[in-house]
């Protein structure tokens, strides 16, 4: 069993100091949100702006309740999910394997970074036509920019952080016997944990990003083809609703991410 931790007064004014920056934080944060959501429902009340280009949370709000009484609304939000979530999963695995065998083999490594660098720098939309005729026009063929958008960042990042381990100690490890897979597993893999959590808060903006152009390219479903669908037939008021549903999702995911790194540090030091 575990044993209650005591502390002393001054360590619990920290504790409670802390607790009051991190509620004085949120607060701030919601109080901003409601305060650009008011201004955005004011200046379109009062003819600020043209409420049929810019919308309003009202006019969202109203969307979001026809699209629920249609029975799409879940729907849709379904389909970009899961092409999300499953194209973040694969780029985030083969990212970091594909860059845990470029750290191992430092000839591979250079021969193949160029070409890595190329295919970062690469609009992924300008592969949309190949992408269409090798996947179709189903999901497979948004996971798949989902994943090409992810990847590249995914390998980079995580390689960059394998490369920036700390000489001095794989010389240390090395000196006492221990093989590269050792070295692998109690050095570099360790230290690489603050990357590895900075990059799936990066790639989570990536997927999102990928299953959206996907959707743009191929969709006959999800939030992606009701921005394409209401631009096209000018429903304004269907593409705010969608920008606003994946602002949520994403913050969402980001805070999934935020909580897992809570989780693993908390795991780490106990």
């Known amino acids: 069993m575990k044993k209650a931790m005591i502390y002393s007064e001054e360590h619990k004014k920290y504790l409670k100091k802390q607790r009051l920056k991190i509620a004085l934080v949120w607060l701030l944060r919601i109080g901003l949100l409601a305060l650009l959501l008011g201004f955005w429902e004011l ?20 969307t979001i309740g026809s699209l629920y009484n249609d029975g799409t609304l879940f729907y849709h939000i379904g389909v970009t999910l899961l092409e999300t979530l499953i194209g973040f999963v694969i780029a985030v695995v083969l990212g970091v394997l594909i860059a845990l065998a470029l750290w191992w083999s430092e000839t591979v490594r250079r021969v193949l970074e160029p070409y890595i660098v190329v295919l970062n720098a690469l609009p992924k939309i300008a592969l949309g036509p190949l992408i269409i005729i090798w996947f179709g026009t189903g ?132």
């Open 43 to 62: 200046s379109t009340a009062l003819g600020w702006v043209d409420p049929f280009i810019m919308s309003s949370p009202s006019r969202v709000c109203k």
């Open 139 to 270: 999901n497979k063929a948004i996971i798949f920019m989902t994943v090409l958008v992810g990847l590249i960042v995914a390998i980079m990042h995580m390689l960059s952080a394998f490369i920036a381990t700390d000489k001095n100690k794989i010389l240390l490890l090395k000196s006492m016997g221990a093989s590269k897979l050792q070295i692998l597993r109690k050095l570099v893999i360790p230290s690489s944990f603050a990357s590895f959590i900075s990059m799936l808060k990066v790639n989570v903006g990536m997927a999102w990003i990928g299953s959206i152009m996907g959707e743009y390219i191929v969709s006959r479903a999800g939030l992606g083809y009701l921005l394409v669908y209401g631009g096209q037939v000018f429903k304004l008021d269907l593409v705010m609703t969608a920008i606003f549903i994946l602002c949520i999702l994403a913050a969402g995911m980001y805070f999934l991410v935020v909580l897992l790194e809570k989780v693993l540090v908390k795991n780490t030091e106990s």
